[in-house]
């Protein structure tokens, strides 16, 4: 293979000349570059540092999975990761992998190969048994039967806070509703804490949920008002839940926060242009995003960490709904 | 440099099953891959895509610059360029380069560099000088000095449709809200169409900007109260704007859309939750990420293209605010 000394003998520069054209540092005379680079093409000269992460099989670039960026709670652990990942001089791939666990697959095979140099991985997929424990991979919120690193909120102490304040704002039978997913996420916990508070309180409550994803949104909310009727507070397992709750329970006349009080769970409205402002239980998605890059950066530097779960403190987020 | 010959010959194995080894394809003994996997070490054989790729000085990844993907319009695009560009096999590099133009050369760099085979950039930075038409670029919205394809939606149309859209609503003094920004951008030309179709109607209207980007949101909206109170229709330059105007509108007592009709522009509303539901003008995202894309890796696969400029039709929204 062709040596930086090849190209500036072919070049006629000296070496540093050549190195300074290749990273684009310095001062080079447009003639001269020129030159070079006529030089590095000859020679099929490898200058670049895909070549040099290469030969030291190690790529500077993260895999970033998640269900779809379109989501507002996804595109803003998206904006910090690669925001924690560029002051480390790494750059993310970014991959859309929603209900497509061959795309996921192939950036697990693309680490297996040093392709990336590690994965955070939202995912939802079977992909469990391709998972394995001695390739850098942190996952946010889901749980594999490997020991993986796993980021997420503190959902259960979420699922408490959002109880306390529907009783606080009034409520005296609250409903927790979401669904119920195939894999073994934390996210479940916000139910548990939910249920385990009532108890502790001694509140009257209803738990609603259904097998993820809900196909027939009509039927899943008809069935919850004609079931619960005397609900006069919700606790919905995300922002896009009490939403759409919302909207339905002001179709049938029933006001928020009037006749039922509402919280949702992430955060994902930014501002209060909108309406209804949700009360909501706020992850603090910066500082996950940030941690579970650091976890990820350290994993590739070889550290290896005794903790297995991550779990950020949550913040109640008052609104017009409660 | 090793072959996959001398992998198989050290291994002790057929070279299909070295082969199948790297390609993760067909059935190995995990004994026999173990063997492979060490020879592969031992040889330091080079056997994954970025190494192939890289001798035909190729990478199958794009990168995407923009101000920042926690924007719903940004991350709705690109969501679209992801699947797109997966569709033909390409990886996808995000990079949030809002007001850090030196994160945006570094990708050019990478680009020269072949490290990524193109970029498609909606920027607003001051990096005119560092762009050059002879490597694969496709632009959103912006015009460089330099010959660079530019996708984007008809804002020249979209401001036409939104001036005979606020006076069919009954607006008699309409006016177009929004910022100069300091880049060749098509964006400009909803104003333009604003303007040119108020004039063609013998239309009364008012024409309010600002520099970009507003520091002072307060200041900005109490001057155009206070110099503009006849005011009964408002096309903003955005959704943002069109929310920010609402709301800033509705603290003083003015309602919307009985005493001033408003209309954005994008089309960031997914769902019909939230409200105000924005009467907007729709971008085609869809269409322009997956157009974007068939432009770029036409560029990467040599072809030449004749037009500069593919204007993409926009519609007209009804929501609440008309």
């Known amino acids: 293979m062709a040596s930086i000394k090849d190209v500036a003998g072919l070049a006629g520069v000296a070496v540093g000349t050549v190195s300074r054209v290749i990273n684009h540092s310095g001062a080079v005379k447009p003639e001269t570059?020129?030159?070079?680079?006529?030089?590095?093409?000859?020679?099929?000269?490898?200058?670049?540092?895909?070549?040099?992460?290469?030969?030291?099989?190690?790529?500077?670039?993260?895999?970033?999975?998640?269900?779809?960026?379109?989501?507002?709670?996804?595109?803003?652990?998206?904006?910090?990761?690669?925001?924690?990942?560029?002051?480390?001089?790494?750059?993310?791939m970014l991959c859309n992998s929603g209900s497509k666990p061959e795309k996921e697959l192939y950036y697990l095979d693309m680490l297996q190969q040093n392709k990336v140099a590690g994965i955070v991985g939202i995912t939802y997929n079977d992909i469990d048994s391709s998972v394995s424990t001695d390739i850098p991979i942190v996952s946010i919120d889901r749980h594999f039967s490997k020991r993986i690193i796993c980021v997420t909120s503190d959902n259960y102490e979420g699922g408490r806070l959002a109880l306390r304040e529907l009783?606080?704002?009034?409520?005296?039978?609250?409903?927790?509703?979401?669904?119920?997913?195939?894999?073994?996420?934390?996210?479940?916990?916000?139910?548990?804490?939910?249920?385990?508070?009532?108890?502790?309180?001694?509140?009257?409550?209803?738990?609603?949920?259904?097998?993820?994803?809900?196909?027939?949104?009509?039927?899943?909310?008809?069935?919850?008002?004609?079931?619960?009727?005397?609900?006069?507070?919700?606790?919905?397992?995300?922002?896009m839940f009490a939403a759409q709750y919302i909207e339905r329970a002001s179709r049938r006349g029933i006001s928020v926060p009037g006749d039922v009080k509402v919280i949702g769970y992430d955060g994902i409205q930014s501002h209060a242009y909108f309406h209804p402002v949700?009360?909501?239980?706020?992850?603090?998605?910066?500082?996950?995003?940030?941690?579970?890059?650091?976890?990820?950066l350290g994993q590739i530097g070889g550290e290896s960490f005794h903790q297995d779960t991550y779990c950020l403190p949550v913040m109640y987020r008052q609104g017009e709904t409660t």
């Open 33 to 92: 570059r020129r030159k070079v680079e006529e030089a590095i093409k000859r020679l099929n000269y490898i200058p670049n540092e895909i070549a040099r992460n290469f030969k030291m099989q190690k790529s500077k670039m993260v895999a970033l999975l998640l269900p779809t960026i379109s989501h507002p709670f996804f595109s803003e652990l998206a904006y910090y990761i690669e925001d924690e990942l560029d002051r480390e001089g790494y750059k993310l």
């Open 167 to 239: 009783v606080r704002a009034g409520a005296k039978k609250p409903a927790f509703i979401g669904t119920v997913i195939p894999v073994s996420s934390e996210i479940m916990k916000r139910k548990s804490g939910f249920v385990q508070e009532a108890k502790a309180m001694g509140v009257d409550y209803v738990v609603y949920e259904k097998p993820d994803p809900i196909i027939d949104e009509d039927k899943y909310y008809n069935e919850f008002f004609m079931r619960h009727d005397d609900v006069d507070g919700v606790f919905a397992t995300n922002d």
């Open 278 to 296: 949700l009360s909501t239980i706020r992850q603090p998605v910066e500082e996950m995003a940030r941690t579970a890059v650091k976890l990820l």
